[in-house]
Nanobody
Framework: VQLVQSRAELRNPGASVKVSCKISGYKFTNLYINWVRQGPGQGLEWMGRIDPEDGGTKYAQKFQGRVTFTADTTTSTGYVELTSLRSEDTAVYYC?????????WGQGTQVTVSS
């Protein structure tokens, strides 16, 4: 299973960013696509997940209203969009695909929020 994420992004405060995660080697709709981030010097923070089979989502309370997960079954790609960016959103964003028995990680996407 391969998870390939989009490139690093630099944004101004208040802007939005959308990170992608293309999955190959496994049936896309048999996975839950989670998004996890890690800020500088911090631990991993779970943001939520999407079920590509039906588009159902679950968001960590901290991110509700500012984060949107989507999944394109035609290209086997998951997306996370974060709006109203602030400096505290500077982090490496990871997609984490899960089936019943195993986790698969993307390589991470650096998002930097700075003016």
């Amino acid at each position: 299973v391969q998870l390939v994420q989009s490139r690093a992004e630099l944004r101004n405060p208040g802007a939005s960013v959308k990170v992608s995660c293309k999955i190959s080697g496994y049936k896309f709709t048999n996975l839950y696509i989670n998004w996890v981030r890690q800020g500088p010097g911090q631990g991993l923070e779970w943001m939520g997940r999407i079920d590509p089979e039906d588009g159902g989502t679950k968001y960590a309370q901290k991110f509700q209203g500012r984060v949107t997960f989507t999944a394109d079954t035609t290209t086997s790609t998951g997306y996370v969009e974060l709006t109203s960016l602030r400096s505290e959103d500077t982090a490496v964003y990871y997609c984490l695909a899960r089936n019943d028995v195993k986790d698969f990680w993307g390589q991470g996407t650096q998002v930097t929020v700075s003016s």
